[in-house]
């Protein structure tokens, strides 16, 4: 079965720190991988997807990056943490041609 | 361009109660639609999902939608709500984004269950 991980759980990082988050899919090949975030009292915002290796779109200009290395590695980073970047960022993924997404446990990032 | 929109961001039943929350979306293209629920601090998980098979879709923890396209909706129901099913409801249309496969989300609603 698939499995999804994401870590670290939590993180609590100074403003203009930087920032690597991870998320791995397991038991399966060659998946769309999304990055989201919640903001507090806000819906769910698409930061980036990938199709495939080394292809990231990105949808909301900002302070962040994404890379997808590995076909079952997705990692969000940033050079410098703004405080407007806390949230809990969730990774999902979908089969090649699905639209089922399925998600990862999520990470809080607190920006102090 | 896809979009959904979920009424009421907070519901509050009684336990035991029927469990009804809406939502309305708009698509281009025959949709796909799903419910997720999701608990504090956790991720999102698929309570259930239309594809264009059933309009009645029947999902876990006792939920089921209707997939209604006169009116655009894709309602979620439960005939009697437990302590559980307190969480948030999101809502999603498929077919943002050709060749992504990405969802467009509602904004959520909050379901407070009552003792």
């Known amino acids: 079965s698939q499995t999804i991980h994401q870590w670290p759980a939590t993180l609590v990082q100074p403003v203009g720190s930087p920032l690597s988050l991870e998320c791995t899919v397991e038991?399966?090949?060659?998946?769309?991988l999304y990055w989201y975030r919640q903001a507090a009292g806000r819906g769910l915002q698409l930061l980036f997807y990938?199709?495939?290796?080394?292809?990231i779109s990105s949808e909301v200009p900002q302070n962040l990056s994404a890379s997808r290395p590995q076909d079952r590695q997705f990692i969000l980073s940033s050079k410098k943490l703004l405080l407007s970047d806390s949230g809990f960022y969730l990774c999902?993924?979908?089969?090649?041609?699905?639209?089922?997404?399925?998600f990862g446990p999520g990470t809080r990032l607190t920006v102090t | 361009a896809q979009s959904v929109t979920q009424l009421g961001s907070h519901v509050s039943v009684s336990e035991g109660a029927l469990v009804l929350l809406r939502c309305n979306y708009s698509?281009?293209?025959?949709?796909?639609l799903f419910w997720y629920v999701q608990y504090p601090n956790q991720g999102l998980q698929l309570l259930l999902k239309?594809?264009?098979?059933?309009?009645l879709v029947k999902g876990i923890n006792g939920f089921e939608a209707e997939f209604k396209k006169s009116e655009t909706s894709f309602h979620l129901t439960k005939p009697s709500a437990h302590m559980s099913d307190a969480a948030e409801y999101f809502c999603?249309?498929?077919?943002?984004?050709?060749?992504?496969?990405?969802?467009?989300f509602g904004k959520g609603t909050k379901l407070s269950v009552i003792p």
């Open positions: 038991g399966t090949s060659n998946p769309n």
């Open positions: 999603a249309v498929s077919g943002a984004g050709a060749g992504s496969y990405q969802l467009t």
């Open positions: 999902a993924w979908t089969g090649p041609d699905s639209y089922e997404q399925y």
């Open positions: 990938s199709v495939g290796i080394g292809q």
């Open positions: 698509s281009s293209v025959p949709p796909y």
């Open positions: 239309y594809t264009s098979a059933a309009t």
